[in-house]
């Protein structure tokens, strides 16, 4: 009796062990950009194809609420703006860059592009001048980006007061529908609907900017970081280093497993496997580290961006980012 007892002690405390051990697992919450693509990218971490010591609690929201979340901190990780590091800094708000998040393709990528409806008139930006053009996020670093192309290469005026164009924010969900019933006469897209646009004969390009942009910006053009706050990258600094190599290899797996992912994705999101394909391999990289490159064309985007008056300062990119951040 007394060898049974001892032992259902044993084996309760063994339980008790283990319990203790599964709630001290640590969380790190994410949010990132709320898009069928980057879904896919997140994929192998939200169906434990990745796994680690801690826990990534994740959600996806759209570029305004991403925005928001980045001065509430309502995340310890957040998929922001590459603009916003400086715009940050000038309110006070300090974040370091963890990763790239979102990279332009080589200059023969797709992306940048304005889609205007297929039977319209407009065959040039220069016919745009005086119309209106809808975006999703006008402080996005990707509208930056395509204001910066647009100005260097293409000499034109891209004041949201007074310019050629005139800049409508419209919540990106109801962006199609205003260019096909004419709100808007021209307007950029999503990553999906973008890629819809070309399949649907309603809407036609009627500029495809990428390779203007990075020429602009000095190389593959940066639009999304993933910014981390040094206070709370400090004080759990191993939880956040587990956290950038399950990114990371999240990203890894998808790339190197996209035909599964594909498949995976198109089941649950009902797009068709050759969107997260053409995504993947034609518009954008995720690499999750922070190379040299990164870091000059980053720097190059808050010069161009002060020369324009977006911003009126800007760190050495270098001071700000993550000592933790992986490099390629």
Request: no cysteine; proline share 5%.
């Amino acid at each position: 009796m007394t060898i049974w007892f001892a032992r259902v002690t044993l084996l309760v405390g063994l339980i008790g062990i283990i319990a203790v051990r599964a709630e001290a697992k640590e969380t790190v919450t994410f949010a990132y950009l709320l898009d069928p693509a980057y879904e896919a990218v997140v994929w192998p971490i939200a169906t434990g194809k990745v796994a680690g010591n801690i826990d990534v609690e994740m959600t996806a929201l759209d570029i305004p609420a991403l925005l928001q979340a980045t001065g509430a901190k309502t995340y310890d990780v957040i998929m922001t703006a590459a603009i916003g590091i400086p715009q940050a800094k000038a309110r006070g708000l300090d974040l370091e860059i963890m990763a790239t998040a979102l990279r332009n393709k080589s200059f023969g990528g797709k992306g940048g592009d304005i889609f205007v409806r297929a039977d319209s008139p407009y065959r040039t930006l220069a016919d745009l001048k005086g119309k209106t053009i809808g975006n999703p996020s006008l402080p996005s670093t990707g509208t930056t980006l395509l204001r910066i192309a647009l100005a260097e290469k293409f000499g034109l005026n891209v004041a949201f007061d007074g310019g050629d164009f005139r800049w409508v924010q419209i919540p990106a969900a109801a962006l199609p529908g205003a260019l096909a019933t004419g709100r808007v006469d021209a307007a950029t897209l999503s990553h999906s609907q973008a890629y819809l646009a070309e399949q649907d004969r309603t809407f036609r390009v009627l500029a495809r900017l990428n390779a203007a942009i990075n020429e602009a910006i000095g190389g593959p053009a940066i639009s999304a970081i993933l910014a981390g706050y040094p206070e709370k990258l400090k004080a759990r600094s191993a939880a956040f280093r587990e956290f950038a190599r399950m990114i990371r290899a999240s990203n890894d797996y998808t790339r190197s497993h996209t035909a599964e992912v594909a498949a995976a994705m198109s089941r649950q999101t009902k797009l068709e496997p050759a969107y997260f394909s053409t995504w993947l391999n034609d518009y954008f990289d995720t690499p999750m580290t922070v190379s040299a490159a990164d870091e000059k064309v980053i720097q190059n985007l808050w010069i161009k961006a002060k020369s324009l008056g977006i911003i009126t300062s800007y760190p050495d990119v270098k001071t700000v980012v993550w000592e933790g951040a992986l490099r390629p």
